[in-house]
């Protein structure tokens, strides 16, 4: 049975949070932006809202979901990373973004290192993968520091998608 619970992780840098209302502006910003690209956009907003509902309603319907990556120094909000699945995702998929100006310092890699931990370890998941364009070089490059390998016969939303699969370590 799916948890209702809603986590919060930290790293070192970083506070991996639930979503609330106040996080939605920078969110759409961002999805009606050209950087949304490899995430579907750019999207107007009400496309932008149904997905924002759609990563919260995953946590009572799914037990994973998204959550807001927070600096832990600061509070500044800077993306999200999610573990998203549903009639979009033919696989549960790690997924992560990250706002103008906080890309190439690690965050992504951070974020998405620790939820997939979480999700190995809590949910016991045997896989996880990552769906990308093949042009999106920099989120190619977090897939790999995160020990993601390319799966060119894993079932994919878009043909053209490179898809990284995770497996979790031995000893969870």
């Known amino acids: 049975m799916p948890s209702y619970d809603i986590i919060t992780l930290t790293t070192a840098r970083l506070t991996l949070r639930p979503q609330v209302m106040a996080d939605f502006p920078a969110y759409a910003a961002f999805l009606s932006s050209s950087r ?100 999106n070089t920099a989120s190619a490059q977090v897939a790999r520091r995160l020990g993601g390998v390319l799966d060119a016969t894993a079932p994919r939303m878009d043909i053209a998608d490179l898809v990284y699969r995770y497996r979790p370590p031995a000893h969870c």
């Open 36 to 135: 949304a690209v490899g995430v579907g956009g750019p999207m107007d907003e009400r496309s932008a809202w149904g997905l924002f509902c759609h990563d919260l309603a995953q946590w009572p319907l799914l037990g994973h979901g998204a959550l807001m990556i927070d600096l832990t120094a600061t509070g500044a909000c800077i993306g999200q990373v999610g573990i998203n699945h549903g009639p979009p995702f033919p696989e549960k998929e790690l997924g992560w973004l990250l706002y103008a100006g906080h890309e190439g310092q690690g965050y992504a890699t951070e974020a998405a290192a620790a939820l997939r931990d979480w999700a190995f370890s809590a949910l016991a998941l045997p896989t996880l993968v990552s769906y990308m364009t093949p042009t």
